[in-house]
Each structure stands twice: as C-alpha cells, then as structure tokens.
C-alpha cells in the first residue's frame, strides 16, 4: 500500500484550504478540525474529484472518536482511511477496509516504548510519527515496527519535509500551504 508516489498529504483546517486541495494535483487529502455536519459534504466533493480524503478522526468536532464513529463514517462517508491515536479505531477501520493511520506522539523514550506495544496490537497500515522532525526516531520506528511511516507535526520548511523523506518516511503530513508543494 502506497500513496502512490504523493511524498507530501496536505491536511487541511479550514473549508477554504480544503476547497483549495480539490483542485490541486494531490490525490490524498488529509481532513482536520472539521465539524461532523460538514464532513459528509466534504468527502462526496472529493470523492467528485478522484481525491481520497484521510480524516483525522480524533479531531471531528461533534464525533466521539471510538469504534461506533469508525462505522458511522465506513457507513455513511467512505473515506479512504482515517488517522487516530486510538489503537481500538485503527483496529476497526482495518476491519472496515479503510486505511488505518495510527497516530504516535513520541515525547520521550517512554512514549517510544508504549508506541510499540500500541502498534503491535493494532497493526495499522501507517504510523504517523509526531514530531515529524526527527530522521534517527523515523528510521528507528520504521526498523523495529516494519510500518510505514509517515512524518507529521513541526513540519515548517521545505528542509524538514526533505530530511524526513530522506530518513526513510513514506510521506510527510502538514497543514502548512507553503509545503503543499
């Protein structure tokens, strides 16, 4: 599984980044802070379009990000996947064939650990590894996991996108328009 050669997700927080990423040349879309009553609205657009939107589940104003909200949107909003930091709803979406990004904030060497034991339970198709500015913990979570990875959070030059992919990320996520290059 691959984004198909996209190093860059785009993730938008407002409906005019989103409208913005419609038209661009990106085919995976990342969607941030929105409220439930947009949401469907905003994948059938997409879906319009041949974009397939990643919706960060733990951020969907008005959802409770659990496993009943992995089967409401698999139901009644197909998107492609969903990014959680929730092992049960990665867990879920894997079931509902949804591509399951597992969300990782990875502070300390405690955080480091406990993230391996989470994704050895959940098996997601990704890791998302926040911050997204660090080429030795990307290429040490990619060896002892065997999961893509993906960079995210503190993603703010064009620099830190090409040393995480240099690093070995699959792609790197960030809601900076600068980046969506």
């Known amino acids: 599984m691959s984004f198909h050669g996209q190093q860059v997700l785009p993730a938008a927080r407002k409906m005019k980044d989103f409208e913005k990423l419609l038209k661009s040349k990106y085919t995976y879309i990342v969607c941030l802070d929105t409220h439930i009553s947009q949401l469907k609205f905003m994948i059938a657009m997409a879906n319009e379009r041949n974009k397939k939107v990643l919706v960060h589940l733990d951020l ?3 959802l409770k990000a659990n496993e009943y909200a992995v089967d409401f949107l698999a139901q009644e909003m197909k998107p492609a996947g969903i990014i959680s930091t929730r092992s049960n709803c990665i867990i879920r979406a894997k079931k509902r064939n949804m591509i399951a990004v597992q969300r990782l904030f990875l502070l300390d060497s405690l955080a480091l650990e406990t993230s ?43 620099m830190n996108v090409k040393e995480a992919l ?9 809601s900076n328009p600068e980046l969506w290059i």
Do not use: H, S, W
């Not at 926040?130 to 703010?156: C, T």
């Not at 240099?166 to 960030?174: H, L, Q, S, Y």
């Open 166 to 174: 240099d690093a070995g990320a699959e792609a790197v996520t960030t």
């Open 60 to 62: 969907i104003n008005g």
């Open 116 to 158: 391996y034991k989470v994704i050895e339970r959940a098996q997601p198709d990704y890791l998302e590894v926040l911050p997204g500015i660090m080429p030795e913990i990307i290429q040490e979570v990619m060896k002892q996991a065997g999961i893509p990875v993906i960079a995210g959070g503190l993603i703010r030059t064009k």
